[in-house]
């Protein structure tokens, strides 16, 4: 017997991993250095962020990305395939804002008391992981009733704007070394050009950007010293005793933990579903389980961060990243956690180096977002879009008016609608935007299906989310959204008439 097809799984270790490595390191790096930057930037003391939350975090970083790889590694030997990509993992990105900006520091502002900031934001992430362990058990229902292009509509929603635009903003500030950075990792990863010596597109597009930012003076020789100065080595430790104390403080910040958290859930979902068009099916309970238990664990540890399943399967694997760019990446992120050597990463390598990454990432997931998609589909998915784009702009107009000593109340909604911002709609349609943008593409998919009842129960559904400030609102509780309730059951009403109307061809179609 021939032995050609004793393929044996996936090796722990190929060619492709390497750019894998370099590709899914740098998106978890950036995405844990910009939450501690963000820690750092509100003046929380060095020991508590390095000591405390960064080994924590580190830790459920590293245990995802070490468990997603062995997941990985049996079903490439249950399958017999050598093909089998593992699911990439990393912290919440929307999330280390929240606790940082909107939760941690209105504390302090309070109490004048970092620790028990702190508490409040441990508090705070434990509610995150027992809603996303929760959602584990959702989300298999989720997939039953919501279609997938809905599913997959909405994570190219994320994609474009919170994966894609600010890196790209960042590209065309610094376009000397952004462009060369992005073309060498599009040829690289898209083209699949061979470059010199075989290198791995991630790495040269690194080196690169790195060789060009020190050379012209972008990067700075004082930032590095300071960050050497502050080097310490730091280890997990149980923050069990901060919990009781965070959570007399919590109640204030549970109406934006809870849609929060439901927030994350679904997007991991979304990449499960992602993963799965792509080729590879992981068990959705099983999967979701991770993210759910691993930020519990982090918030015992003193974590202040949820981490989720990424967005990107399909670039890694089309990369030919398999399993040991996962094993990598969470083996890395724990050593170089632990040993302190996180800001002093930052301040050698350009952060303008590492963004064109995610540019690809956002390319691949809209690919296969709009390539597994019915024709007809297609203007659902478009419209899935709409929700992101208007938080997205609505998050820009806060932070700008921020940096400028007010907001858009002290300004005035109308002011702002006179002059073309559509705060107070952008802000309802945005509110919760991956949940309303898969109920609004659900229901315009079984309108153009023709199937008026569906789409009108799906209304009627998003009716009550929005009462409830599910969706559509800024806060959880009843009549918390019951604008925007009015106006999706009117839109269900309308179905429903619709769907008692038929003209002479429908009627010969529906008799046929």
């Known amino acids: ?78 399958e017999n395939r050598d093909d089998v990509t593992a699911l990439p993992y990393g912290l919440s990105v929307p999330h280390y804002f929240v606790v940082s900006f909107a939760v941690m520091l209105p504390v302090y502002a309070n109490t004048q008391d970092w620790v028990l900031a702190w508490s409040v934001g441990i508090a705070w992430n434990l509610v995150q992981g027992i809603i996303m362990t929760l959602g584990a058990f959702v989300g298999p229902y989720i997939q039953k009733y919501i279609p997938r292009s809905a599913l997959l509509g909405s994570l190219a929603g994320i994609a474009l704007t919170y994966i894609a635009m600010n890196p790209m903003g960042e590209i065309f500030t610094t376009p000397y070394i952004g462009l060369i950075t992005l073309v060498i990792v599009l040829a690289g990863w898209l083209a699949h050009k061979k470059l010199p010596g075989n290198i791995p597109a991630g790495l040269l597009a690194i080196l690169i950007g790195m060789i060009l930012a020190w050379v012209t003076g972008y990067m700075d020789v004082a930032a590095v010293k300071e960050a050497a100065s502050g080097f310490s080595l730091a280890y997990p430790s149980f923050a069990l005793g901060h919990l009781a104390e965070g959570f007399a403080y919590l109640s204030p910040f549970l109406a934006a933990a809870i849609p929060l958290a439901i927030y994350d859930f679904l997007e991991s979902l979304d990449n499960i579903e992602s993963a799965e068009v792509g080729g590879d099916k992981y068990p959705t309970t099983l999967s979701l389980l991770v993210p759910g238990l691993l930020t519990l664990f982090g918030a015992a540890l003193g974590s202040v961060f949820p981490t989720i399943i990424y967005i990107g399967h399909p670039g890694w694997k089309k990369a030919g990243a398999r399993v040991g760019y996962s094993m990598a990446t969470g083996v890395g992120v724990i050593i170089i956690s632990f040993i302190g050597l996180l800001p002093l990463m930052m301040s050698i390598i350009p952060l303008v180096a590492l963004l064109p990454i995610l540019v690809y990432i956002t390319m691949t997931i809209g690919t296969q977002a709009y390539s597994t998609a019915k024709v007809e589909h297609m203007p ?31 300004v005035g909604f109308d002011v702002l609608a006179n002059n073309g911002i559509k705060y107070v709609g952008w802000d309802t349609l945005g509110s919760s935007d991956i949940l309303v943008s898969m109920m609004l593409i659900t229901i315009v998919i079984f309108l153009i299906d023709k199937k008026y009842k569906l789409a009108a129960v799906y209304s009627f559904v998003a009716a009550a989310l929005s009462f409830v400030g599910l969706i559509h609102a800024p806060e959880i509780g009843f009549g918390a959204g019951q604008t925007a309730a009015l106006g999706y059951l009117a839109m269900g009403i309308t179905l429903l008439a619709l769907y008692f109307y038929r003209d002479k061809d429908e009627l010969n179609e529906f008799n046929s």
Do not use: E
Request: charged content about 10%; hydrophobic content about 55%.
């Open 1 to 78: 017997m021939s032995n050609s097809k004793q393929i044996l799984g996936t090796p722990w270790f190929v060619k492709g991993d390497i750019n894998g490595f370099f590709g899914l390191f740098s998106n978890v790096l950036t995405n844990f250095l910009a939450a501690i930057g963000l820690l750092v930037a509100i003046n929380m003391p060095r020991d508590i962020v390095y000591g405390h939350i960064v080994p924590a975090a580190a830790l459920t970083i590293g245990i995802g990305g070490i468990f997603f790889a062995i997941q990985a590694r049996r079903k490439s030997l249950r």
């Open 380 to 410: 659902a998915m478009f419209l899935g879009l709409t929700p992101f784009v208007a938080s997205y702009i609505i998050q820009q107009v806060d932070n700008a008016l921020a940096a400028a000593g007010t907001d858009a109340a002290t």
